[in-house]
């Protein structure tokens, strides 16, 4: 059975930084790429980056980059969201996701090709 669990979130003032952790279990990020995604109340889904199964090669969204970066521990069936220099439209649901294969790549853009989902984390960025 393919689990996937969020934590982390929580409430942290603008300029701040805040880690999300995505706990796997029943597969091996050897074999699944990993992507965080977000969505706010009356948006959109959004891609914020991802991490393929091989050799762990990263991808960002556009609105991320720079201040946000994917990583992971295989031996601990973890990928992490360290997410720095926050901004009040970072705020959201934030939700790990598995995609098996994919080798280097992973999509950002397309949540529709990861077919395993965690429950969610909340991020609030406000004074």
């Known amino acids: 059975q393919l689990q996937l669990v969020e934590s982390g979130g929580g409430l942290v003032q603008p300029g701040g930084s805040l880690r999300l952790s995505c706990v796997v279990s029943g597969f091996s990020l050897d074999h699944y790429a990993i992507g965080w995604f977000r969505q706010a109340p009356g948006k959109e889904r959004e891609g914020v980056s991802c991490?393929?199964?091989?050799?762990?090669?990263?991808y960002y969204g556009a609105s991320v980059t720079g201040r946000f970066t994917i990583s992971r521990d295989v031996a601990r069936n973890t990928v992490y969201l360290q997410m720095n220099s926050l901004e009040p439209e970072d705020t959201a649901l934030y939700y790990c996701?598995?995609?098996?294969?994919?080798?280097?790549?992973?999509?950002?853009?397309?949540?529709?090709?990861?077919?395993?989902w965690g429950q969610g984390t909340q991020v609030t960025v406000s004074s």
């Open positions: 996701a598995a995609a098996q294969g994919w080798g280097y790549y992973c999509l950002v853009s397309d949540s529709g090709v990861y077919g395993y």
């Open positions: 991490i393929s199964s091989a050799d762990g090669v990263t």
